[in-house]
């Protein structure tokens, strides 16, 4: 970057909820902004940010065109330079060997966050959809994307009459004795195997072991899978990738 900049925005804007969190020049996460999705697009930003919000440098990374063209409108009238992270050169940081206009803006972020050069990751993101992620050393190689997990929740509410609301949980036994906690099998016990399945699939696949990132928000649920070794929960980091890019930036 060509000036010295005091002040960034980070923004991970998603089908369900946006982040966004404003950063210092040392990389230090000042203050968080949490909104769902549907609040951006029928509120004036106005009112959501600080009328005296001093930022130099946005940086998004986007699955939802309207919501981010948005932003970028916000904040260029206010002199703010912004920028997604599809749109900048990453070939130093990342090698996709996909098409990059394929895969999804969080996930190349999530890739760059976990990329140490040396270890083989897989990503499972517990998002709108739950994705799995392959980067084998500072290589994304592409991955898989299944239904959400409260996406595929809230459409069986919605879909058969005598399903409750139901907030998921860990469950200890497969067999549910009435509707909430069969549902809750269901889903507790389904995803695990899902979940379980694809790594293994995975790790055939390649021929390589991987250290499983888990983020998300229901990632919590899923973290003691007894076959899932050598996993961590990182649920920021979809911003940590976006201030690791902001940072290489800044080394030019």
């Not at 050393?137 to 592409?142: A, D, E, M, S």
């Amino acid at each position: 970057m060509k000036k010295n900049i005091d002040m960034y925005l980070i923004g991970d804007i998603g089908n369900t909820e946006i982040k966004i969190c404003l950063v210092n020049n040392r990389f230090n996460i000042l203050k968080r902004y949490h909104f769902g999705t549907d609040e951006i697009k029928s509120k004036n930003l106005n009112k959501l940010f600080n009328r005296n919000l001093n930022v130099d440098y946005a940086l998004f990374s986007s699955v939802v065109p309207k919501v981010y063209s948005k932003f970028i409108k916000f904040f260029r009238k206010k002199g703010v330079s912004c920028n997604e992270i599809k749109k900048i050169d990453l070939k130093k940081m990342i090698k996709l060997k996909v098409d990059k206009n394929q895969v999804g803006s969080d996930r190349v972020a999530n890739a760059i966050s976990a990329i140490d050069n040396k270890n083989n990751f897989i990503i499972i993101d517990f998002g709108t959809a739950t994705t799995f992620d392959v980067i084998t050393k500072n290589i994304y190689h592409g991955g898989i994307i299944a239904p959400g997990v409260n996406l595929s929740l809230n459409t069986l509410i919605s879909k058969a009459s005598l399903i409750p609301k139901i907030n998921l949980k860990k469950v200890k036994k497969v067999i549910g004795k009435n509707t909430k906690s069969a549902v809750r099998s269901g889903f507790f016990w389904g995803y695990n195997g899902l979940i379980e399945n694809i790594i293994k699939l995975i790790s055939k696949e390649t021929k390589k072991n991987f250290k499983i990132i888990f983020t998300g928000g229901l990632s919590h649920l899923f973290k003691n899978l007894k076959s899932v070794k050598d996993c961590t929960i990182d649920k920021d980091l979809t911003i940590n990738g976006l201030i690791r890019v902001i940072k290489k930036k800044d080394e030019k």
